[in-house]
């Protein structure tokens, strides 16, 4: 049984996963952290500063434009005007 432990201290658990991502066709090796970020956004929102490091693109704001409504006073669909109440 001493030798099980023996064996299991020896052992060689360096086996740890590569976290690689490609931007505009260069693949590189990063951070788990890092790998996330970059899933999160999309790798085709970054792009290359230098030959090691990448940013992530500016988005641009987009106007949103909208329509313009006509304040009406009276109502659109029943002419109050020409309408006479009848009360009972």
Known sequence: MTNF????DNFNFSNKKKHTITIEG??????????LEVMNNGE??????SNVEF??????KTKIVDPVFETRIEDVFWDTKKTKWRLD
Do not use: C, G
Request: glycine letters at 0%.
């Open 5 to 8: 432990f023996e064996a299991f």
């Open 26 to 35: 260069k693949t590189i090796e990063v951070p788990l952290q890092k790998k």
């Open 44 to 49: 085709e929102n970054y792009y290359w500063k």
């Open 55 to 60: 940013s992530l693109r500016k988005k641009e």
